[in-house]
């Protein structure tokens, strides 16, 4: 359920593959290639964090690294992604879903609702990231108003047209492969425009 | 090197013992012990990212979790600490050292160095939190003050006697352990007392 971390920086062979197997590509991957193209770019810098994992044992063999032998993962008490852009700081979440009709709010863990509403009253950027595989499409959903719902006590999800309403489509591109802070500039940067 | 992952809430036992042990407790823990009183007392919203580990192979035994058999500590390609202080995203890294005289640059990894560069250029506040465990003292440095320190290449440490000329000595209390918000308060919001 919990993918591996995958933090090597894209090749070319990679990148041409991106162009043809767009699809086939998962959400975490689009976000960590889109973010090195920010950080390269001095956009922003935003990082996932590491998959928290909880060490057991741990073998020392002589002249060689460290070898973890019984590791499990844990559940994250935060979101997955944060860092700086434009003085302030972002904080999200991304998941996918393959239902065609709605998002399932069990597919986030109570600790991360809790963080992003601290994140919101510390004066930071939160937000949801939202792509419907079934659809190709990734939205962004602000976090207040996911919050807003997640505590509505008769929901259990969020429509995929809700989605569409209260969120804001994220345009695809070849790099960045999601020009997810062109969203963040409209949704909360744009009385400065 | 690298230690455990610790992510466990301090519980009535291990505080208890905090009082009398403090002088054994390593600095992360010090650290997270603080930034949860933090959290809790919503004052700032800081964390400590997981430790990166790239997993080789995972079990999956019938009707328990996930097994990871084989992984591998990674360098960080970040500093361990960010977060959120009035507004402000905050991003540090937090190291001890045994000598007497000075700590060695080796024990940071460039690319936290680069990080801590770009997080200056993003507007964010960045430091270093540095305990000499021999004197039980922890300092903090401003990240523009150690980075300038760190390019000057007839360095390879940065001494005792500097990091007290240049640095601020974090008060220590029961809790927090470490009074280190104060420390940013001085250096970094001066200007707003």
Known sequence: ?????????????????????????????????????????????????????QVVK????????????????????????????????????????????????????????AHLEQVLQHGGIGFLILRFTSFNETYMVDAKRMIDLYHDKSRKSISYTAVKKHGSLIKESFTPRLCYLDNVDELYFKEEH
Do not use: C, W
């Not at 593959?17 to 998962?26: E, I, K």
């Not at 944060?82 to 003085?87: D, E, L, S």
């Open 58 to 113: 741990v073998d020392y063999p002589q002249r060689s690294a460290a070898k973890i032998t019984e590791a499990y993962y844990k559940t994250p008490s935060t979101t997955d992604y944060n860092g700086i852009y434009r003085g302030r700081a972002v904080d999200f979440e991304a998941k996918e879903t393959k239902s065609t009709t709605s998002f399932p709010f069990k597919s986030i863990h109570p600790h991360q609702i």
């Open 1 to 53: 359920m919990i993918g591996y971390p995958n933090r090597k920086k894209p090749n070319s062979t990679v990148s041409s593959l991106h162009t043809h197997t767009g699809r086939g590509m998962s959400l975490e991957r689009d976000l960590n290639d889109s973010n090195e193209y920010y950080k390269e770019s001095g956009r922003a810098l935003i990082h996932k964090k590491p998959t928290p994992i």
